[in-house]
Each structure stands twice: as structure tokens, then as C-alpha cells.
């Protein structure tokens, strides 16, 4: 998993990742993007990782999107038609990285500082859970650059912002601070700053790495099933997650751990 954009620690089922490319300000080129898809779908599927916490190296969690490596992407074609199918593959390419945070078995804590800036949105969007430091602002800036943005902000959000601020943000590219971000619900904490952040991010990672993982995995799954859909559908998913897994292991360690007034010890997911 680790690579020259992204690091990875692991401890105590707890794995920390970070944007490591702090002379870029995090500046998400080819190899970030591949590095964010691979790190998240391996971390996803290893049963001993129970949460996740994301943070960025230096002084922005992401800049966003590096130009110099959107403009290479639009070379010319004398087939229209086959330059907007290459396209259309490319985007397709980068949503599925992002995408890996989302399918990952394990909740996804952000932990943001700085700026978090057009596909940095995106990112942290992605994510399960949101804490900055107060420095933190957040800016959907993909309309100043003449693009829509199409990797999961305009999809996600929407979930997570009233409709109105959604549309202010995308429509101006204007910026969100930590404290109007988390008056809204798109933060769960504000912290003094980075270090805080971080620690912040890491108390709740922890904190979900103590219970149950498949009584965890099962929550994250239904709620994103049932994004969307129809609360007969989210009972129906549930219905069927706890009829196949309700008896387990977990429950067993849940129930006599908290007779016998101690903490409860799980085993990992398989793999």
C-alpha cells in the first residue's frame, strides 16, 4: 500500500493513511488517485482493520486537483466521439478511487486541516465521519476552473448539506469555514487545529475499532444501501443482514463481556 503519495500505519486495528505529497499541498495527480483506489480497497478488505483515519501531510489536506495533470488529459482527437469515450473512461476511473472509501468494510474517519479544495471535497465527502482543525475551510472550486464536479461532491453532499448551501457552494465556488461546516452537519468536531484534528480523528477511530466489526460493517452497509431509497427498502437489507449474521461470535463476546463487567474482545473479519 505505500507508495511516494501515500503512507500507512496500522495499530491496534486502527489505520491511519495520509496524503503525503505536502510540497504539492496535496495536489491529486495519476498516481494519487491510483494510490487512494489501491490503499482503500486493500485496507477495505483486510478483516483485521477496523476504522480508518485519514489525514494530510503540510499545510492543506488537498488542494485538489493538480492542473498541470488535468490539462495533460484533454489531448487532441480528430475522432470526437472517441475522445469523449476516453473521457468518459477516465472519470469513471478516478469516482471508482474515491469510490474505494465509500466500499471499504471499515468506517472512514477524516480528519481535515487547511484547505480542502475541489477533489479534496470529494474525498472527504467519502468518507463516513469529518473532524478539522479550525483552520479548516472547505471549497467546492471546480466552477472556477469551468468544470463540473463529478466525483461524488454534487452526489454525496447533497446527503450531508441542506440543498440550498449545497447549490451556493457549487454554483460560486465559495468557501465553507470549520465552524459554518460543522454548524451544518458536515462535521461532527472542531478541533484548536491539525494535531487536534488528528487526535480527534484517532479517538473516534479507536472508539469504533472497540465494537463489533461485523455489528459496524453491517451499520455501514445499510446506510449506504439505503441512501436513496425507499425505507422499506433500508428495513429489507437489514432484515436480511441480521437474519444471515445476527447469531455470532460478536454477540456472544457483546453479551457475556458486559455481564461480567469487562471490556469485550473480538476477533477480525475474514479477509
Not at 221 to 248: F, I, M, Y
Request: charged share 25%; with cysteine.
Amino acid at each position: 500500500m505505500e507508495s511516494e503519495r501515500i503512507a500507512v500505519r496500522i495499530e491496534d486495528h486502527v489505520a491511519h493513511v495520509e496524503l503525503a505529497r505536502p510540497d504539492k499541498f496535496n495536489a491529486m495527480d495519476k498516481a494519487m488517485f491510483a494510490a487512494i483506489g489501491d490503499t482503500f480497497r486493500t485496507l477495505g478488505r483486510d478483516g483485521a482493520v477496523r476504522a480508518i483515519l485519514l489525514s494530510g501531510r503540510g499545510r492543506h489536506f488537498s488542494a485538489g486537483l493538480d492542473l498541470d495533470y488535468a490539462s495533460r488529459q484533454f489531448a487532441p482527437n480528430p475522432d470526437p466521439a472517441r475522445a469523449a469515450e476516453a473521457r468518459l473512461r477516465h472519470i469513471e476511473w478516478l469516482q471508482d478511487c474515491f469510490s474505494a472509501l465509500e466500499a471499504a468494510r471499515a468506517p472512514v474517519v477524516a480528519a481535515i486541516h487547511g484547505g480542502c479544495i475541489g477533489a479534496g471535497v470529494d474525498l472527504a465527502a467519502a468518507c463516513d465521519l469529518r473532524v478539522t482543525g479550525a483552520d479548516a475551510f472547505f471549497q467546492v472550486a471546480e466552477v472556477d476552473v469551468a468544470i463540473t464536479a463529478d466525483l461524488g461532491t454534487l452526489q454525496r453532499l447533497g446527503y450531508l448539506l441542506p440543498q440550498g448551501v449545497l447549490r451556493e457552494l457549487a454554483f460560486t465556488g465559495r468557501r465553507m469555514g470549520a465552524e459554518e461546516a460543522a454548524r451544518y452537519g458536515l462535521v461532527n468536531r472542531v478541533a484548536a487545529d491539525r494535531d487536534g484534528a488528528i487526535a480527534a480523528g484517532l479517538e473516534l477511530a479507536r472508539t469504533i475499532a472497540a465494537k463489533s466489526p461485523l455489528a459496524v460493517t453491517g451499520a455501514k452497509k445499510n446506510l449506504n444501501h439505503s441512501r436513496g431509497r425507499p425505507v422499506e427498502a433500508g428495513l429489507r437489507d437489514v432484515a436480511l443482514w441480521n437474519a444471515a449474521t445476527l447469531v455470532s461470535a460478536d454477540l456472544t463476546e457483546a453479551i457475556g463481556a458486559r455481564l461480567r463487567k469487562r471490556e469485550p474482545r473480538f476477533g477480525p473479519l475474514d479477509d
